[in-house]
């Protein structure tokens, strides 16, 4: 039986703790044929009708008694296509921590970035991927080398925190000398306090298409990248980021609590999981009539959201059971029994404070995990949602979900832990 709509003071009284923002903006002025995510080009007045809808959004939740935030986070898209239109959203939000963008790097000027800081901003992602044309070439990006680093030499200083992303394809960077490894290098001589190192995922929809991994080269490019950084100063804060050992963390990620508002945006409560509608015409109207924009909801329990939680603290490498234990009391016993095994294998080390570290090879076989995720949770999920976008006219025309991987795992996890809300 179909259980009743979700109001947005279900979705408060679910949330266990303090919870920080996430806000997407999907629109793009050019689409880059490897990337995931929730995007259209926009058509004339669709930008100020989204805006638009997202205040609704918000208002309604803060009206329900959501926030004040733990922290923001504003991704894409391309958060700075429309910093105006923005600035209206982001000023409903009543923020206690740090508030972050993703800055396309056509977009970091300094003028253009003293206008985020005047917003609020105190945290930036400025997505390079390198600074090097031929992988921006082989990436099909929207800028060069010398945006990319113009973009990065203009923020540090800033902001207080200033990440940067890279992506690696492994196969690629061979073939053409290893950029990766200098773009990494050059990051780090350029001061920023975190450098993300995403290995490229090949989504079967995107315009890549799919594509094997290989999964030794991706191990040793990632530890040689561990030990240039070590000889920066930078430590491994993260499966896929390096930070400078004095500086906080960016992330989008590992919040351990977050209210998505807007086309595609997940929050995660504790022991539930929403998903917003991904059609962006599909988001407004169910904004405008008055309903909560969410298309699914996956209920994880205690024993889901602990693994939820568990899963997001390794990423971030380290596992904290007293922190697992005030959330979800004695079902913690189920991560506990994990730990020494895991340290056995060499895994997880535990440290004087009691929490578990994940050790060099722990983060190999996590990042191998991450993959396995990926492609068996996260990419048919998406490649489901994406599909509103063809109901709405086919504006995301660089997607095809029908050649998405479609796994009989996200299948069984759908069927198990779904809540049909169209009652
Ligand atoms: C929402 S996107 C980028 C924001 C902004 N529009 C830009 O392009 O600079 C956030 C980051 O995800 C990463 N990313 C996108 N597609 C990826 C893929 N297929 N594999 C791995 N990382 C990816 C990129 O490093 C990108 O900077
Ligand atoms: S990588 Fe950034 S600019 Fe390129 S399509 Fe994705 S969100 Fe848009």
């Known amino acids: ?81 429309f910093p105006e239109l923005l600035g209206g959203v982001v000023e409903l939000l009543p923020t206690t921590g740090e508030r972050a963008i993703e800055v396309l790097p056509t977009h970091g000027t300094p003028s253009r970035l003293d206008a985020l ?72 001589e350029l001061g920023v306090d975190q450098v993300s190192t995403y290995p490229l995922m090949r989504f079967g929809y995107t315009p890549f298409g799919r594509a094997g991994h290989d999964r030794r080269r991706e191990h040793e490019v990632l530890a040689e990248a561990t030990r240039i950084a070590a000889a920066h100063g930078y430590e491994r804060r993260s499966v896929w980021t390096f930070n400078r050992r004095e500086s906080a963390t960016y992330t989008s990620i590992t919040r351990r609590r977050f209210l998505g508002f807007g086309a595609s945006s997940a929050s995660f409560l504790g022991r539930d999981h929403l998903l917003n509608q991904f059609g962006v015409e599909t988001y407004i109207g169910a904004v405008e009539a008055g309903r909560l924009p969410v298309a699914r909801h996956l209920h994880l329990g205690t024993l889901g959201g602990l693994a939820y939680d568990a899963f997001w603290q390794a990423y971030a490498g380290r596992i904290r059971p007293s922190e697992l234990a005030a959330a979800y009391g004695h079902w913690t016993a189920a991560v506990r029994a994990l730990l020494p095994p895991l340290a056995a294998a060499g895994l997880v080390r535990r440290d004087d404070d009691g929490a578990w570290a994940l050790t060099p090879r722990g983060f190999v076989a996590y990042h191998d995990l991450e993959r396995w995720v990926t492609y068996h949770l996260i990419e048919p999920l998406w490649a489901e949602m994406l599909e509103e976008h063809a109901a709405e006219g086919g504006r995301a025309t660089w997607a095809t979900p029908s050649a998405a991987r479609r796994t009989h795992i996200w299948q069984l996890v759908a069927r198990a832990l779904e809540r049909d809300r169209t009652a």
């Open 1 to 81: 039986m179909a259980a009743a709509p979700l109001a947005p003071a279900d979705v408060v009284a679910l949330l266990d703790a303090p919870a920080g923002a996430y806000v997407h903006v999907p629109f793009c002025a050019r689409i880059c044929p490897f990337c995931p995510y929730d995007k259209v080009v926009p058509r004339p007045g669709q930008p100020e009708h989204y805006f638009a809808a997202l205040r609704t959004e918000v208002g309604r939740y803060l009206d329900a008694g959501a926030g004040p935030f733990t922290s923001l986070y504003v991704g894409g898209g391309t958060p700075t296509l």
């Open 117 to 188: 800081a005047a917003m609020g901003f105190t945290a930036v992602s400025v997505g390079a991927q390198s600074f090097s044309d031929d992988v921006l070439h082989h990436l099909r990006r929207p800028h060069d080398a010398a945006a990319a680093r113009a973009a990065v030499v203009a923020a540090v200083g800033r902001f207080a925190l200033v990440d940067v992303d890279l992506i690696v394809d492994v196969e690629f960077d061979d073939a053409h000398a290893g950029a990766f490894l200098r773009d990494l290098t050059s990051c780090l």
